[in-house]
């Protein structure tokens, strides 16, 4: 990298070369004036080699620090743009999280009636969602959290505008916070399933083994395979249940490209969606 290219370490390379022509002269000069004595002319001579080479090194090392710090701004930069789009999904994800499920909601009388839904299984304090070692009860079956490498099923939740987005048959009664609780909810399903497809049997309850088995199965189809899933069967509230109201949340979930429906022998599938 020459000094003249104009990249911004020019300037305080020019300095720097500048002071170094200086030095150079300036040893010149003694040379001369040292010529005057010949006994002790050669080791000047040394003496000032030494120097310039030792000069030279400095000047070199600066080059090489200054060109590694030039490179390294576009991965600088590169890192900024993608902080920041990060950023901005985690400000939406917090600015549409319902208000009933952050922990300062989590005493309310919806809540407390939510005994198949524990609130304490999730982390709200982030704007990111993420699904904790506890128990969720499906079915009023204890079910552990998922293992560790398997990601848990995705919260995509919805923003006001996308609500508002939707012909007003389509929306009817519904809020943002019941849609985005229905959200939660069937994310939980999704995890519950996840556990029991990769569980031991030796693990599982008889009654358990079962349907295991068939989430098994199910998981293994071409469809399915490698996604988060949860049933029709698995839908029993409390924030989403089988009836007009849920039907209404799952229609506009599969319009807003939340879930992805499907039908796998007599089961309806709902298979969850990831944001792009």
Known sequence: MDAGDGSP???????????????????????????????????????VDASVTAMETQVQDIRRHLQEEFDAIPKAKKLIEQSLKQQEKLQHMLANLPSGMREDVFATPFEQSSSRMRPECFNFSSSVPEYN?????????????????????PRWYISTEELDSLSSYMRGRLTLEKVNIAINEVASYADANAHLVTCPKQKLSADMLDKALELRDIAATGAVKGKPFFLEVDIKGPGLKLDNTGKA?????????????????????FLLLKQA
């Open 9 to 47: 370490a020019a300037s305080p390379l020019d300095a720097v070369a500048a002071a170094f022509k200086s030095r150079v002269v300036e040893l010149q000069d003694l040379v001369l004036a040292r010529s005057m004595f010949p006994a002790t002319a050669l080791p000047d001579l040394k003496s």
């Open 133 to 153: 070692e506890c128990e969720l009860k499906i079915k009023e079956e204890p079910v552990a959290a998922p293992k560790k490498g398997r990601a848990p099923a």
């Open 249 to 269: 949340i799952l229609t506009v979930l599969r319009h807003l490209g939340r879930i992805h429906e499907t039908r796998i022998g007599r089961h309806r599938v």
